[in-house]
């Protein structure tokens, strides 16, 4: 059977008034003893007089119970709320043979909107708490996220870190295995050009046998080649040429005493007229010298007069000399005015006549003139 047991208003332990309603799965219990205690019990009853009986004694013991329990303990915990009804009121209705299957509570209210504002406050403490939880596991997930890059970071660090170094190293094996290819490749290629010069080597030194075999032979047949010409020669030019510079000989052995006969012959006869002329040119010395010598005598004995018939001597030859530039002038032109000075340049010059005498050869003719009564009348002009 199947009852739902309600309490209204019914006033807690800190006198709320709470509105219960339940649900209870009740049976008549089948063991003998207690299904005649059910007989007994409920024997002419129909099945709602048997409801009513379980339901006012299941709604008394809930009755009961409310007024020991706070709401929040009511309403926050109705599993324990409907064990401790059935616990209570199972006794009592086993003695009437009824067994209680299952209680469980259906709903609780009130009219005060008393579990309306503990709802609202416990949701408000709820939603503090969450916005609490949720800021402290937001801050808690930063922190943690914060770690979890951290961790990563020093992860990928060491990961970056252990592979720069594994491509440190794989680089640096990489060069020590190329430097020991190139290292390698350079000895092999050293060998093959040491081969290939060794190969050449011995081609270029078979080749110089070869051509030294070559030129031996050349050599014996340009030797015999030298011989037969040699013997030509002999035969065609150096015989005859032989006897040509023999005969060239003779004639120019015979030319050579012409020559030094005719040179001999002209050496003498030059020799000869030398001897001629130097005769003459001594004679002609002597000549002269006693001319000389003579003209000396006469100019020491005549003294200034015979100086005076030197200079008087050469008068005419400066002269001469002096006036040669004129013999080229074809007339010459002189202008004067009414006031003529040509004469008293002339005679100017003829006064200054003795001077120049006088520095070109040292004699005064003044004086000598004016000593010399012979010369005075030559001073007077």
């Known amino acids: 059977m199947t009852l739902q047991p309600r309490c209204e208003d019914v006033e807690t332990a800190e006198g ?16 003998k003893e207690l299904l005649a205690v059910a007989c007994e019990q409920f024997l002419g009853k129909n099945v709602q007089d048997i409801k009513n009986v379980v339901l006012q004694t299941l709604e008394g013991h809930l009755r009961s119970i409310l007024g020991t329990l706070t709401v929040e303990q009511i309403y926050q915990d109705r599993d324990q709320f409907a064990k401790l009804v ?111 010069a060794r190969e050449q080597q011995k081609i270029r030194q078979e080749e110089i046998e070869i051509e030294v075999v070559q030129r031996k032979k050349q050599i014996a047949v340009e030797a015999q080649e030298i011989l037969r010409t040699d013997k030509e020669l002999i035969a065609t030019v150096r015989r005859p040429a ?53 003209k000396a005598e006469a100019y020491q004995k005549y003294g200034d007069a015979a100086k005076m018939a030197l200079v008087l001597e050469a008068l005419p030859q400066i002269a001469a000399k002096i006036a040669a530039p004129l013999t080229k002038v074809d007339e010459i032109v002189v202008l004067s005015g009414d006031n003529s000075k040509v004469t008293s340049e002339v005679n100017r010059l003829l006064a200054e006549l003795p001077a120049s005498v006088h520095a070109l050869t040292g004699v005064d003719l003044k004086k000598k003139l004016n000593c010399n009564p012979y010369l005075t009348p030559y001073a007077q002009i």
Not at 18 to 29: E, N, W
Not at 266 to 283: D, L, N, P
Not at 286 to 291: D, G, M, T
Request: hydrophobic share 45%.
């Open 242 to 294: 032989e006897a040509e510079a023999h005969r060239i000989q003779q004639i120019a052995e015979g030319e050579k005493v012409k020559q030094v006969l005719l040179a001999q012959a002209e050496a003498e006869k030059i020799r000869k007229i030398g001897e001629a002329e130097a005769a003459v040119i001594e004679a002609m010395g002597k000549a002269e010298a006693e001319r000389m010598k003579l």
């Open 16 to 31: 709320v008034a709470l509105t219960v309603t339940g649900v209870a799965q009740v049976k008549i219990m089948t063991e």
């Open 86 to 196: 059935r616990e209570v009121a199972a006794p009592d209705v086993g003695r009437m043979g009824i067994e209680i299957l299952s209680f469980t509570i259906k709903d609780v209210y009130d009219k005060v909107d008393y579990l309306s504002s503990l709802g609202k406050t416990q949701t408000a403490v709820v939603q503090r708490d969450a916005d609490i939880g949720v800021a402290e596991a937001e801050r808690d997930a930063g922190i943690r996220e914060a770690e979890c890059k951290k961790e990563m970071l020093d992860v990928k660090f060491m990961a970056d870190t252990k592979i720069a170094d594994s491509k440190r190293a794989f680089e640096l094996q990489k060069s020590a295995f190329s430097e020991e290819v190139n290292i390698k490749t350079a000895e092999a290629q050293l060998a093959y050009e040491l081969q290939g």
